[in-house]
């Protein structure tokens, strides 16, 4: 599964939002707004599980044994790299 940990007042969480499910529609995706009840412990798991300290931020996915925090033009071929090593 592909967590998506967002926040509605995060752009950069908006521009990776529209990217990935434009490109990705069948995708099987979990999206996560942070600011919902219980939904920012999962986040702190995810933040926990790869070690990622206090400094976080939204947009973060988790994928499998890999993530990316953040959405810059790096981060979305890296999106794209995950994304076809979890078809292999």
């Not at 509605?8 to 990705?24: G, L, M, V």
Request: overall charge neutral.
């Amino acid at each position: 599964k592909i967590y998506f940990f967002y926040q509605n007042s995060c752009p950069h969480c908006h521009d990776a939002a529209d990217y990935i499910f434009e490109k990705y529609k069948d995708l099987p995706i979990v999206s996560i707004n942070i600011a919902n009840a219980g939904s920012y412990d999962l986040f702190m798991q995810c933040v926990k599980k790869f070690n990622l300290g206090t400094q976080v931020g939204t947009p973060l996915f988790c994928i499998g044994d890999k993530y990316i925090m953040g959405w810059s033009v790096e981060n979305k071929a890296l999106f794209d790299i995950y994304v076809k090593d979890l078809n292999r």
